[in-house]
Protein backbone atom coordinates (compact mmCIF):
# COMPACT_ATOMS: atom_id res chain seq x y z
CA UNK A 1 0.00 0.00 0.00
CA UNK A 2 1.02 3.46 0.01
CA UNK A 3 -1.20 5.91 1.43
CA UNK A 4 -0.41 9.21 3.02
CA UNK A 5 -7.26 18.46 1.57
CA UNK A 6 -6.72 21.30 2.68
CA UNK A 7 -5.77 21.78 6.16
CA UNK A 8 -8.04 21.59 9.10
CA UNK A 9 -8.46 21.79 13.19
CA UNK A 10 -9.99 18.15 13.98
CA UNK A 11 -12.97 18.50 16.47
CA UNK A 12 -12.41 18.02 20.48
CA UNK A 13 -11.36 13.97 21.17
CA UNK A 14 -14.36 11.91 22.32
CA UNK A 15 -14.13 9.95 25.22
CA UNK A 16 -14.13 6.15 23.98
CA UNK A 17 -16.02 3.29 26.44
CA UNK A 18 -13.04 0.94 27.01
CA UNK A 19 -13.95 -2.58 27.10
CA UNK A 20 -10.99 -5.39 28.56
CA UNK A 21 -8.36 -6.45 26.38
CA UNK A 22 -9.54 -8.90 23.83
CA UNK A 23 -6.13 -10.08 23.74
CA UNK A 24 -5.23 -11.12 27.24
CA UNK A 25 -3.36 -14.42 26.18
CA UNK A 26 -1.43 -13.11 24.05
CA UNK A 27 0.86 -11.26 27.19
CA UNK A 28 1.76 -14.97 28.17
CA UNK A 29 2.94 -16.26 25.02
CA UNK A 30 6.12 -15.70 22.76
CA UNK A 31 6.21 -13.01 20.15
CA UNK A 32 6.36 -15.26 17.03
CA UNK A 33 2.98 -16.99 18.30
CA UNK A 34 1.47 -13.85 19.10
CA UNK A 35 -0.76 -13.66 15.86
CA UNK A 36 -2.22 -17.14 16.64
CA UNK A 37 -3.43 -16.35 20.41
CA UNK A 38 -4.66 -13.04 18.55
CA UNK A 39 -6.76 -15.65 16.55
CA UNK A 40 -7.77 -18.31 19.13
CA UNK A 41 -8.48 -15.69 22.15
CA UNK A 42 -10.42 -13.33 19.88
CA UNK A 43 -11.55 -15.73 16.81
CA UNK A 44 -12.53 -18.49 19.29
CA UNK A 45 -14.60 -16.65 20.84
CA UNK A 46 -16.43 -14.29 19.49
CA UNK A 47 -3.10 5.58 3.57
CA UNK A 48 -3.20 5.33 3.83
CA UNK A 49 -0.13 2.82 2.87
CA UNK A 50 2.54 4.98 4.43
CA UNK A 51 6.45 4.74 3.54
CA UNK A 52 7.47 2.13 1.06
CA UNK A 53 10.35 1.58 3.55
CA UNK A 54 7.94 0.86 6.39
CA UNK A 55 5.69 -0.67 4.80
CA UNK A 56 8.41 -3.29 3.04
CA UNK A 57 5.24 -3.83 2.74
CA UNK A 58 -15.49 -12.79 17.94
CA UNK A 59 -17.74 -13.89 15.02
CA UNK A 60 -20.59 -12.10 15.21
CA UNK A 61 -22.03 -13.89 12.38
CA UNK A 62 -20.70 -17.13 9.89
CA UNK A 63 -23.05 -15.76 6.90
CA UNK A 64 -21.00 -15.08 3.78
CA UNK A 65 -21.53 -11.77 2.65
CA UNK A 66 -23.41 -10.92 -0.83
CA UNK A 67 -20.96 -9.89 -3.74
CA UNK A 68 -20.54 -6.30 -4.63
CA UNK A 69 -19.68 -4.33 -7.95
CA UNK A 70 -16.28 -3.69 -8.84
CA UNK A 71 -13.71 -0.87 -8.89
CA UNK A 72 -12.74 0.75 -11.63
CA UNK A 73 -8.64 -0.11 -12.60
CA UNK A 74 -5.57 1.63 -12.87
CA UNK A 75 -3.70 1.01 -15.92
CA UNK A 76 -2.60 -2.72 -16.65
CA UNK A 77 -6.14 -4.05 -14.67
CA UNK A 78 -8.80 -6.33 -15.78
CA UNK A 79 -11.95 -4.06 -16.73
CA UNK A 80 -13.56 -7.25 -14.72
CA UNK A 81 -13.35 -9.56 -11.82
CA UNK A 82 -12.87 -12.98 -12.27
CA UNK A 83 -16.33 -13.66 -12.39
CA UNK A 84 -15.81 -16.11 -8.90
CA UNK A 85 -17.88 -13.68 -6.94
CA UNK A 86 -20.91 -14.17 -8.44
CA UNK A 87 -20.67 -10.44 -9.37
CA UNK A 88 -22.10 -9.16 -13.13
CA UNK A 89 -18.88 -7.49 -13.85
CA UNK A 90 -20.89 -3.90 -13.91
CA UNK A 91 -18.69 -1.26 -12.94
CA UNK A 92 -20.47 1.27 -10.24
CA UNK A 93 -21.92 4.12 -11.37
CA UNK A 94 -19.48 7.18 -10.90
CA UNK A 95 -19.79 10.99 -11.15
CA UNK A 96 -16.44 12.89 -11.33
CA UNK A 97 -16.77 15.55 -9.67
CA UNK A 98 -18.00 14.53 -6.66
CA UNK A 99 -16.42 15.53 -3.69
CA UNK A 100 -18.56 13.90 -0.71
CA UNK A 101 -18.03 10.64 0.64
CA UNK A 102 -20.65 7.78 -0.44
CA UNK A 103 -22.92 7.27 2.20
CA UNK A 104 -25.57 3.98 3.15
CA UNK A 105 -28.17 2.60 1.87
CA UNK A 106 -31.39 3.31 4.56
CA UNK A 107 -30.66 2.10 7.67
CA UNK A 108 -32.41 -1.39 8.57
CA UNK A 109 -33.07 -3.23 11.88
CA UNK A 110 -29.96 -5.21 13.09
CA UNK A 111 -27.36 -5.38 16.28
CA UNK A 112 -25.64 -2.42 15.03
CA UNK A 113 -28.04 -0.34 14.32
CA UNK A 114 -27.69 3.47 15.45
CA UNK A 115 -23.35 2.33 14.77
CA UNK A 116 -21.63 4.31 12.45
CA UNK A 117 -18.65 2.83 10.52
CA UNK A 118 -16.32 4.73 7.44
CA UNK A 119 -14.66 2.24 5.24
CA UNK A 120 -11.82 3.89 3.57
CA UNK A 121 -10.92 1.85 0.41
CA UNK A 122 -6.92 2.20 -0.11
CA UNK A 123 -6.20 4.51 -3.38
CA UNK A 124 -8.78 6.16 -5.78
CA UNK A 125 -8.14 4.35 -9.13
CA UNK A 126 -8.25 7.66 -10.66
CA UNK A 127 -4.98 8.54 -8.94
CA UNK A 128 -2.57 8.20 -11.70
CA UNK A 129 -4.48 10.05 -13.92
CA UNK A 130 -3.73 12.91 -11.12
CA UNK A 131 0.12 12.94 -10.39
CA UNK A 132 0.45 16.79 -10.05
CA UNK A 133 -2.52 16.82 -7.60
CA UNK A 134 -2.18 13.52 -5.09
CA UNK A 135 2.09 14.20 -4.95
CA UNK A 136 1.61 17.76 -3.00
CA UNK A 137 2.43 17.68 0.19
CA UNK A 138 -0.09 17.84 3.41
CA UNK A 139 0.42 18.26 7.14
CA UNK A 140 -0.08 14.69 8.89
CA UNK A 141 0.85 16.02 12.24
CA UNK A 142 3.90 14.75 12.82
CA UNK A 143 5.75 15.89 9.06
CA UNK A 144 4.22 16.65 6.01
CA UNK A 145 3.82 13.75 3.07
CA UNK A 146 2.34 13.38 -0.19
CA UNK A 147 -1.69 13.36 -0.09
CA UNK A 148 -1.85 10.06 -1.49
CA UNK A 149 -0.42 7.15 -3.89
CA UNK A 150 -1.21 5.44 -6.77
CA UNK A 151 -1.08 2.32 -4.53
CA UNK A 152 0.21 -0.76 -5.89
CA UNK A 153 -0.52 -3.93 -8.44
CA UNK A 154 -0.14 -7.34 -8.36
CA UNK A 155 2.42 -8.33 -11.22
CA UNK A 156 -0.55 -9.11 -13.84
CA UNK A 157 -1.55 -5.56 -13.40
CA UNK A 158 -4.48 -6.39 -10.87
CA UNK A 159 -4.28 -2.54 -8.95
CA UNK A 160 -4.70 -2.06 -5.06
CA UNK A 161 -7.48 0.30 -5.89
CA UNK A 162 -9.76 -1.77 -7.81
CA UNK A 163 -8.92 -4.75 -4.73
CA UNK A 164 -9.75 -2.32 -1.95
CA UNK A 165 -13.20 -0.80 -3.56
CA UNK A 166 -14.49 -4.51 -3.94
CA UNK A 167 -13.75 -5.41 -0.67
CA UNK A 168 -15.28 -2.27 0.74
CA UNK A 169 -18.58 -2.81 -1.09
CA UNK A 170 -18.67 -6.33 0.44
CA UNK A 171 -17.94 -4.94 3.89
CA UNK A 172 -20.67 -2.35 3.70
CA UNK A 173 -23.25 -4.66 2.42
CA UNK A 174 -22.73 -6.98 5.32
CA UNK A 175 -22.33 -4.46 7.47
CA UNK A 176 -25.87 -2.43 6.57
CA UNK A 177 -27.49 -6.34 6.65
CA UNK A 178 -26.17 -5.99 10.38
CA UNK A 179 -28.21 -2.48 11.08
CA UNK A 180 -24.87 -0.23 10.58
CA UNK A 181 -24.94 3.20 8.99
CA UNK A 182 -21.65 2.73 6.38
CA UNK A 183 -19.84 5.71 4.79
CA UNK A 184 -17.06 4.93 2.30
CA UNK A 185 -14.20 8.07 1.69
CA UNK A 186 -14.35 6.97 -2.02
CA UNK A 187 -16.69 5.21 -4.43
CA UNK A 188 -14.69 5.61 -7.69
CA UNK A 189 -16.51 8.92 -7.48
CA UNK A 190 -14.23 11.86 -7.98
CA UNK A 191 -11.52 12.32 -9.97
CA UNK A 192 -8.39 11.13 -7.64
CA UNK A 193 -8.10 11.19 -4.00
CA UNK A 194 -9.37 12.04 -1.01
CA UNK A 195 -6.04 13.08 0.47
CA UNK A 196 -5.04 11.24 3.39
CA UNK A 197 -6.06 14.35 5.74
CA UNK A 198 -9.47 14.57 4.29
CA UNK A 199 -10.00 11.12 4.79
CA UNK A 200 -9.13 11.35 8.66
CA UNK A 201 -11.48 14.41 8.57
CA UNK A 202 -14.25 12.21 6.52
CA UNK A 203 -14.20 9.69 10.00
CA UNK A 204 -14.34 12.18 12.29
CA UNK A 205 -16.93 14.52 11.08
CA UNK A 206 -19.23 11.33 10.72
CA UNK A 207 -18.36 9.98 14.38
CA UNK A 208 -17.66 7.19 13.13
CA UNK A 209 -17.98 4.59 16.02
CA UNK A 210 -15.16 2.51 13.95
CA UNK A 211 -13.36 3.32 10.62
CA UNK A 212 -10.93 1.19 8.79
CA UNK A 213 -9.08 1.76 5.99
CA UNK A 214 -8.71 -1.00 3.06
CA UNK A 215 -5.00 -1.86 1.61
CA UNK A 216 -3.04 -4.52 0.10
CA UNK A 217 1.01 -4.33 0.37
CA UNK A 218 3.49 -4.00 -1.98
CA UNK A 219 6.60 -6.21 -0.57
CA UNK A 220 9.02 -8.40 -2.19
CA UNK A 221 8.48 -11.82 -3.56
CA UNK A 222 8.26 -14.45 -0.67
CA UNK A 223 6.84 -11.81 2.08
CA UNK A 224 3.30 -13.21 2.97
CA UNK A 225 0.26 -12.89 5.31
CA UNK A 226 -1.67 -9.95 6.24
CA UNK A 227 -1.04 -7.45 8.64
CA UNK A 228 -3.44 -4.46 10.77
CA UNK A 229 -1.72 -1.49 11.40
CA UNK A 230 -2.39 0.42 14.83
CA UNK A 231 -1.99 3.52 15.92
CA UNK A 232 0.82 4.80 17.90
CA UNK A 233 0.59 7.59 20.50
CA UNK A 234 0.82 10.79 19.13
CA UNK A 235 0.73 14.46 20.30
CA UNK A 236 2.00 16.75 17.92
CA UNK A 237 0.38 19.61 15.76
CA UNK A 238 -2.71 18.47 14.69
CA UNK A 239 -2.25 14.76 15.63
CA UNK A 240 -3.30 13.51 19.07
CA UNK A 241 -4.29 10.16 19.17
CA UNK A 242 -3.88 9.27 22.71
CA UNK A 243 -7.86 9.00 23.63
CA UNK A 244 -7.97 6.40 19.93
CA UNK A 245 -5.07 4.22 21.15
CA UNK A 246 -6.68 1.83 23.56
CA UNK A 247 -9.95 1.16 21.33
CA UNK A 248 -8.46 1.39 18.08
CA UNK A 249 -6.08 -1.60 19.00
CA UNK A 250 -8.72 -3.30 20.68
CA UNK A 251 -10.48 -2.98 16.99
CA UNK A 252 -7.25 -4.67 15.84
CA UNK A 253 -7.31 -7.19 17.60
CA UNK A 254 -10.37 -8.62 17.23
CA UNK A 255 -10.36 -7.91 12.95
CA UNK A 256 -6.92 -9.67 13.34
CA UNK A 257 -8.81 -13.02 15.01
CA UNK A 258 -11.58 -12.77 13.12
CA UNK A 259 -9.45 -11.75 9.54
CA UNK A 260 -7.38 -15.56 10.47
CA UNK A 261 -10.77 -17.48 10.74
CA UNK A 262 -12.34 -16.28 7.43
CA UNK A 263 -9.39 -16.35 5.09
CA UNK A 264 -7.73 -19.31 6.63
CA UNK A 265 -4.25 -17.68 6.32
CA UNK A 266 -1.71 -16.55 8.75
CA UNK A 267 -0.50 -13.14 10.10
CA UNK A 268 2.75 -11.49 7.88
CA UNK A 269 5.83 -13.08 7.94
CA UNK A 270 8.03 -10.02 7.51
CA UNK A 271 6.36 -7.50 9.67
CA UNK A 272 4.85 -7.47 13.52
CA UNK A 273 6.61 -10.68 14.73
CA UNK A 274 4.50 -13.11 13.96
CA UNK A 275 1.69 -10.98 15.79
CA UNK A 276 -0.33 -9.98 12.64
CA UNK A 277 -0.49 -6.36 14.59
CA UNK A 278 2.50 -3.34 13.78
CA UNK A 279 2.19 -0.11 15.66
CA UNK A 280 3.11 2.92 13.80
CA UNK A 281 3.43 6.98 14.24
CA UNK A 282 3.96 8.11 10.75
CA UNK A 283 0.77 7.41 8.87
CA UNK A 284 -1.66 10.28 8.65
CA UNK A 285 -4.90 8.68 7.87
CA UNK A 286 -3.97 7.51 11.63
CA UNK A 287 -1.85 10.37 13.08
CA UNK A 288 -5.49 12.72 12.40
CA UNK A 289 -8.05 10.40 13.36
CA UNK A 290 -10.04 11.20 16.62
CA UNK A 291 -12.04 7.92 16.25
CA UNK A 292 -11.03 4.23 16.72
CA UNK A 293 -9.20 3.51 13.18
CA UNK A 294 -6.67 0.80 12.18
CA UNK A 295 -5.37 -0.14 8.33
CA UNK A 296 -5.76 -3.58 6.98
CA UNK A 297 -3.00 -4.99 4.73
CA UNK A 298 -4.69 -7.87 3.32
CA UNK A 299 -2.14 -9.22 1.72
CA UNK A 300 1.04 -8.95 -0.61
CA UNK A 301 0.19 -8.03 -3.99
CA UNK A 302 3.85 -8.60 -5.13
CA UNK A 303 3.83 -12.19 -3.73
CA UNK A 304 2.53 -14.93 -6.59
CA UNK A 305 0.82 -17.09 -3.76
CA UNK A 306 -1.18 -14.04 -1.91
CA UNK A 307 -1.22 -12.13 -5.38
CA UNK A 308 -3.37 -15.62 -6.42
CA UNK A 309 -5.47 -15.21 -3.34
CA UNK A 310 -6.24 -11.16 -3.84
CA UNK A 311 -7.15 -11.42 -7.29
CA UNK A 312 -9.86 -14.25 -6.38
CA UNK A 313 -13.56 -13.03 -5.48
CA UNK A 314 -14.23 -16.11 -3.87
CA UNK A 315 -11.02 -15.08 -1.61
CA UNK A 316 -12.11 -11.22 -1.46
CA UNK A 317 -15.57 -12.41 0.51
CA UNK A 318 -14.15 -13.93 3.09
CA UNK A 319 -11.36 -11.45 3.63
CA UNK A 320 -14.19 -9.26 3.67
CA UNK A 321 -16.50 -11.23 5.96
CA UNK A 322 -13.18 -11.56 8.72
CA UNK A 323 -13.26 -7.84 8.80
CA UNK A 324 -16.42 -6.79 8.75
CA UNK A 325 -17.19 -9.90 12.01
CA UNK A 326 -14.12 -8.31 13.56
CA UNK A 327 -15.99 -4.64 13.24
CA UNK A 328 -19.39 -6.40 14.63
CA UNK A 329 -17.72 -8.10 17.57
CA UNK A 330 -15.52 -4.62 18.36
CA UNK A 331 -19.15 -2.38 18.56
CA UNK A 332 -21.16 -5.39 20.26
CA UNK A 333 -18.50 -5.47 23.01
Not at 49 to 65: H, I, M, P
Not at 209 to 220: C, F, L, Y
Not at 237 to 248: H, L, M, Y
Request: hydrophobic share 30%; aromatic share 4%; proline share 7%.
Amino acid sequence: MSYTGPDFDPPPSRRFRRGPLTVALAALVPGALLGWAVYATVGGSGDDGGDASASAGTSASASSLPPASPGTPSPGGSDELDGSDGSDGKKPSTSPGATSPSASAPVGTGPLRGKVVVIDPGHNPGNFRHTAEINRQVDVGTHSKECDTTGTSTDDGFSEAKFTLDVAHRMRAFLEGQGATVKLTQDDDRPFGPCIDERARIGNEAEADAVVSIHADGSGTGNRGFHVILPGSVDSGAADTRAIVGPSRELGERIAGNFVRATGNGPSNYVGGGTGLVTRKDLGGLNLSTVPKVFVECGNMRDSKDAALLTSGAWRQKAAQGISEGIVSFLRG
